[in-house]
Protein backbone atom coordinates (compact mmCIF):
# COMPACT_ATOMS: atom_id res chain seq x y z
CA UNK A 1 0.00 0.00 0.00
CA UNK A 2 1.56 3.44 -1.29
CA UNK A 3 1.42 6.31 1.60
CA UNK A 4 2.86 9.66 1.44
CA UNK A 5 2.86 11.74 4.83
CA UNK A 6 3.69 14.87 4.90
CA UNK A 7 4.62 16.94 8.25
CA UNK A 8 6.81 19.84 8.95
CA UNK A 9 3.79 22.50 8.96
CA UNK A 10 2.68 24.97 11.16
CA UNK A 11 2.44 28.71 12.27
CA UNK A 12 5.69 30.95 11.13
CA UNK A 13 6.05 34.43 10.83
CA UNK A 14 6.59 36.64 7.32
CA UNK A 15 9.95 36.00 6.36
CA UNK A 16 10.57 33.21 8.64
CA UNK A 17 11.32 29.70 7.20
CA UNK A 18 9.71 25.96 7.46
CA UNK A 19 11.13 22.44 6.23
CA UNK A 20 8.58 20.36 4.95
CA UNK A 21 8.85 16.54 4.92
CA UNK A 22 7.47 14.10 2.66
CA UNK A 23 8.09 10.13 3.69
CA UNK A 24 7.34 7.66 1.22
CA UNK A 25 6.24 3.56 2.46
CA UNK A 26 4.98 1.51 -0.20
CA UNK A 27 7.13 2.84 -3.28
CA UNK A 28 10.53 4.19 -3.72
CA UNK A 29 10.77 7.78 -4.51
CA UNK A 30 14.11 7.94 -6.59
CA UNK A 31 11.85 6.36 -9.21
CA UNK A 32 8.98 8.94 -9.33
CA UNK A 33 9.10 13.04 -10.28
CA UNK A 34 7.50 14.19 -7.53
CA UNK A 35 5.43 17.01 -7.24
CA UNK A 36 4.59 19.31 -4.05
CA UNK A 37 1.11 21.22 -4.61
CA UNK A 38 -0.72 23.56 -2.12
CA UNK A 39 -4.26 24.58 -1.71
CA UNK A 40 -5.35 27.90 0.12
CA UNK A 41 -9.28 28.46 1.71
CA UNK A 42 -11.19 29.27 -1.18
CA UNK A 43 -8.46 28.26 -3.77
CA UNK A 44 -7.60 25.86 -6.31
CA UNK A 45 -4.80 23.84 -5.84
CA UNK A 46 -1.97 24.51 -7.41
CA UNK A 47 1.55 23.45 -8.50
CA UNK A 48 4.19 24.50 -6.50
CA UNK A 49 7.61 22.50 -7.45
CA UNK A 50 8.29 19.28 -9.37
CA UNK A 51 11.78 17.61 -8.80
CA UNK A 52 12.64 14.64 -11.60
CA UNK A 53 13.62 11.08 -10.82
CA UNK A 54 16.63 9.46 -10.71
CA UNK A 55 19.49 10.95 -8.40
CA UNK A 56 21.46 11.32 -11.78
CA UNK A 57 18.62 13.53 -12.64
CA UNK A 58 16.83 15.23 -9.83
CA UNK A 59 16.66 18.70 -11.71
CA UNK A 60 13.35 20.83 -10.35
CA UNK A 61 10.82 23.05 -11.93
CA UNK A 62 9.14 26.05 -9.29
CA UNK A 63 6.10 27.92 -9.97
CA UNK A 64 7.14 31.41 -10.71
CA UNK A 65 5.36 32.60 -7.04
CA UNK A 66 8.20 30.33 -5.20
CA UNK A 67 11.12 30.51 -7.32
CA UNK A 68 14.44 31.52 -5.40
CA UNK A 69 12.26 31.22 -2.14
CA UNK A 70 11.49 27.32 -2.45
CA UNK A 71 14.31 24.34 -2.77
CA UNK A 72 12.62 21.01 -3.15
CA UNK A 73 15.54 18.36 -2.72
CA UNK A 74 15.59 14.26 -2.10
CA UNK A 75 17.19 11.71 0.71
CA UNK A 76 17.09 8.92 -1.21
CA UNK A 77 18.23 6.79 1.57
CA UNK A 78 15.54 8.14 3.99
CA UNK A 79 13.34 7.52 0.89
CA UNK A 80 12.09 11.32 2.14
CA UNK A 81 11.65 14.80 -0.24
CA UNK A 82 11.64 17.69 1.29
CA UNK A 83 10.63 21.36 0.45
CA UNK A 84 12.77 24.19 1.83
CA UNK A 85 10.93 27.09 2.24
CA UNK A 86 12.37 31.09 2.85
CA UNK A 87 11.04 33.98 3.04
CA UNK A 88 7.78 32.94 3.60
CA UNK A 89 4.57 35.43 2.69
CA UNK A 90 1.46 35.42 4.01
CA UNK A 91 -0.16 34.86 0.73
CA UNK A 92 1.88 31.05 1.16
CA UNK A 93 -0.67 30.15 3.67
CA UNK A 94 -2.39 27.20 3.18
CA UNK A 95 -2.29 23.16 2.92
CA UNK A 96 0.32 21.49 1.19
CA UNK A 97 0.57 18.11 -0.40
CA UNK A 98 3.28 15.65 -1.81
CA UNK A 99 1.64 13.71 -4.80
CA UNK A 100 3.86 11.49 -6.98
CA UNK A 101 4.19 12.07 -11.00
CA UNK A 102 2.03 9.75 -13.00
CA UNK A 103 2.18 11.24 -17.04
CA UNK A 104 1.21 14.86 -18.08
CA UNK A 105 1.90 18.38 -17.18
CA UNK A 106 3.99 18.93 -14.22
CA UNK A 107 2.55 21.51 -12.43
CA UNK A 108 -1.16 20.13 -13.28
CA UNK A 109 -2.43 18.03 -10.05
CA UNK A 110 -4.38 15.41 -12.60
CA UNK A 111 -1.02 14.21 -13.75
CA UNK A 112 -0.33 12.56 -10.29
CA UNK A 113 -1.20 9.51 -8.88
CA UNK A 114 -0.71 8.83 -5.03
CA UNK A 115 -1.30 12.11 -2.37
CA UNK A 116 -0.67 12.48 1.23
CA UNK A 117 -2.98 13.87 3.57
CA UNK A 118 -1.59 17.42 3.76
CA UNK A 119 -0.21 19.58 6.19
CA UNK A 120 -0.92 23.00 6.72
CA UNK A 121 1.27 25.97 6.67
CA UNK A 122 0.21 29.20 8.07
CA UNK A 123 2.11 32.69 7.89
CA UNK A 124 1.32 35.64 9.70
CA UNK A 125 2.46 37.76 12.37
Known amino acids: QVQLVESGGGLVQPGGSLRLSCDAH????????IGWFRQAPGKEREGVSCIRSGSADSSTDYADSVKGRFTSSRDNAKNTLYLQMNSLKPEDTAVYYC????????????????WGQGTQVTVSS
Open 26 to 33: GITLDYYA
Open 99 to 114: SSYDSGNYFFEGSYRY
